[in-house]
């Protein structure tokens, strides 16, 4: 996968009726939106993405690639109208929106996840609701827990779900695609498997539910998010 802002692989044909799953439109293909949330220009992240991303695509996703380090984002302003009309800003919404499910990776800062990461959570809560996140950090020797157990609690805050799988790579020299470890790569191939997997199921599930907001608490938490 390059590393380019925005990057997409088709997986398969996504406009193939066939490929609908029943009683939602989700396509077989779901969109996978892979999050680099570094703050460096060459993060060692990207090769844990790529690789991501790739397993995401064999699997039948249609990944796109967003890389926050290279969009400008301003720190989020509650109220700020004028922030709704930043080109940047419409681009992690439009791209958040049209995801049916999440690989979100973070370096590990001071015991939590990147800045650039939390700031692009607090632009969204609705594009999140009822999507499948896997997270996936590296750190300079921490063992990756604490950013990735905040990345975890700020998509569930979103009404989120999130893989109860995760992986870091704790050893920099490690994250080089060429010198990833074995272990460290399969772990990082299953996560992007299983996203497309569980996006196929999580994401007709909410929206079922969604659809029957008029029937109150029947709809669970979806029928809080309307229609
Ligand atoms: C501001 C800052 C804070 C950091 N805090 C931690 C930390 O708490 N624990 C840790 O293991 N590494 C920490 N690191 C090291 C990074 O997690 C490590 O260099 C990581 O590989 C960076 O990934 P990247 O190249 O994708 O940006 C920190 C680095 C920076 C710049």
Known sequence: MQAATATRAR???RGD???LVRGYGLPVSPRILVIVGSQRPEPRLRALAG???QSATNAGGDVELLDLATLSLP???VGDAGQDELPAIQRVRKTAREADGFIITTPEYHGSMSGALKNWFDFLYEELAGKVAGVLATTGGGSGDMSIAAVKTSFQW???FVLPFHAAATDPSLVEEASMTPRVRARVERIGHDVVRYARV???AFEEARARAA???LSGFAGEHGT
Do not use: F, N, T, Y
């Open 11 to 13: 997986g398969s044909d």
């Open 17 to 19: 009726a066939k490929s």
């Open 51 to 53: 690789v991501a991303a």
């Open 75 to 77: 720190v989020m302003l």
């Open 158 to 160: 979103c009404h989120g």
């Open 202 to 204: 999580i994401r007709p």
């Open 215 to 217: 029937e109150g608490s």
